[in-house]
């Protein structure tokens, strides 16, 4: 990422140990130190298990959050959030393992430290001339804090950004670090001119926000009316050339409590029943070339906000028949492509049987292993010189 090469160029500058691992997913971390925090001292299971957790994972998953001078009813749960984010600290450094919050922490504090701060700010701003942030929007206040301690007044910092596609508030992006910037911004430019969604998506995101004001006190952010460079939709009913329905809302009866593991599970099935509502009742899409055809599963994505939820999501997909592939926060290396690309390679470096025969099974050449045992000489002669 881009804190990590900042890091690396910032050197001695910044704090930041070249020798430790980066955890992508710290959950099972996260969930041991609260377990132990509130196992460890009697005063914390007043608390009660569930909350515990829930402001356990809140301190940790959001670093940048102040945590407020406590007040009588609140002190206990304050203090247990910050001795959890305390022992969460203290464990990585121990485990010497860092998260993608730490990186954005340190980058932050090394560009705001009374000592070293200018200096470090310096090598940056003049290693970058023109910065551009794209999907502003989604910043978190320490993303923020360093990238303005370090291009703004030394660089040319361009933001762009759209509040009302604040979809990432589960990553600690907050509409308050836009309002905040947009507050400091020397110049202002709108783009009045949708390319990319259909008229129809448009119209109904804008329905669906109404003039809802998304900035702060004094500062507004009004919600405007913008145009869209297309005039057709690019789905429809089948056979009745009309557009379909693109924009719903689905929500959870609220008239009742309900665990989250039961909501989760219930959106699951009402998103089955929506897939099936797409793919069987004759919706249509249309392609680049102009042609209509009906709606497949992979023009179907579904956004999530945890791993967890993805996997629990593509089980149930998978379950129901559908073939759906999940996409979460792993290394392209770790695919079972890029394991294959190394096999191969691996046998053009060492044409050998075993080296060989190992390249014949992966899905870039997709022999099996009757294919292998049936062979005749003349196919493996024809095999190796590929």
Known sequence: TFASRMLDELGVLADHDQVTTLVADPSVLIS????????GDERWQRLGWDLARALGRQAVLNPADRLYPPEAAARLRLEFAATVRDVFDQRKRIRR????????????AALSDPVN????????????SVVLVDEFQDTDPGQWAFLKAGF????????????????YRFHGGDIETYDQARRQAGSLLRLGTNHRSDPEVVRGIENLFGPIDLGS???????ERVDTARTLPRIRWDGSGEPAEVVRVRAIDPGHDIKIVEARDSIASDLL????RLLDSGYQLCDPDGRWRRVHPDDIAVLVSTNSVGRQIHSRLVEAGYSAVFTGERSVF?????????????ALENPDRWHQRRAML???????????????ADDLVEMTSL
Do not use: C, H, N
């Not at 041991?32 to 196992?39: C, G, K, S």
């Not at 393992?97 to 932050?108: A, E, N, Q, T």
């Not at 200096?119 to 970058?128: H, M, P, T, V």
């Not at 770790?334 to 691996?346: E, G, N, P, T, V």
């Open 152 to 167: 703004a007044q030394r660089s040319a910092l361009i933001l762009i950004g759209d509040p009302k596609q604040a979809i």
């Open 217 to 223: 006190p004094g500062v507004p952010i009004k919600l």
């Open 362 to 376: 992966t899905s870039l050449i997709g022999w099996t292993s009757a294919d292998i045992a049936s062979a005749d």
């Open 334 to 346: 770790a695919s079972q492509a890029a394991q294959d690309w190394l096999i191969m390679l691996q």
């Open 32 to 39: 041991e130190v609260i377990a132990d925090v509130y196992l």
């Open 273 to 276: 029943v929506q897939l099936a």
């Open 97 to 108: 393992v860092f998260s993608y919050d730490d990186m954005i922490g340190r980058l932050s």
């Open 117 to 128: 701060g200018d200096a470090a700010a310096e090598i940056l701003g003049q290693r970058f």
